[in-house]
């Protein structure tokens, strides 16, 4: 097997060194993933400039640009061959919810399934990278065990407690939950007096009920939900085929 991996924190969060390390067990790992921190860019792509590409180690390469980025220069020019998967990851900080609709490490996962590839995104639910290798595991044996039944192409966001491997209760297949609106932006001054701007938090959930990622995550479960690409409204199309007749 051979996998593409990136992520949105950069090719040297440990969260993505943890992934790539635990993947290479089972796979050919090649790891193309942003030279710094792009959490938020949900799934851009540069079109203003030329990306750059540079060499890290054996395998490990990294852009000037952002998750969906990296993805699609690895697929369309870097790389001599078509992955048999793509996988995002290892977040620091879950992704549930209304997140996945800002998420680099969605997104990167996003654009290899647009290319027709199996993909996944991996998120620990709290910051601090703490139990990352016990995430790590669980991916491993996600990807291990799991893909071959699932047909084939899918997109998965995956959402892991950080916990002991062991203490995991389990998996539940979830939906997205939703969220209260993002907290006020956080107003400041930067050094000359001018005011700036800090986005503000994420808002709690709103639908955090039995069935949703926020369920489980609360629980104690890993939640593996099932994305798809289509933002067809189909509900209204009959509404708004009315109003042109």
Known sequence: MRILISNDDGYLAPGLVALADALSAIADVVVVAPERNRSGASNALTLDKPLSVSKAGHNIYFVDGTPSDCVHVALTGLLDYRPDLVVSGINQGQNMGDDTLYSGTVAAATEGFLFGIPSIAFSQVDK????????????????????????????????????????LKGVKVTRLGKRHQSEPVIKSTDPRGHPIYWIGPCGQARDGGEGTDFHAIAEGYASVTPLQVDLTHTQQLETLKKVWQ
């Open 128 to 167: 601090g990278w703490d139990h990352i290798d016990d995430a790590a595991r669980f991916a491993l044996n996600l990807v291990k065990h799991k893909i071959s039944v699932i047909e084939t192409p899918f997109l998965l966001n995956v959402n892991i407690p950080n916990c002991h491997y062991g203490d």
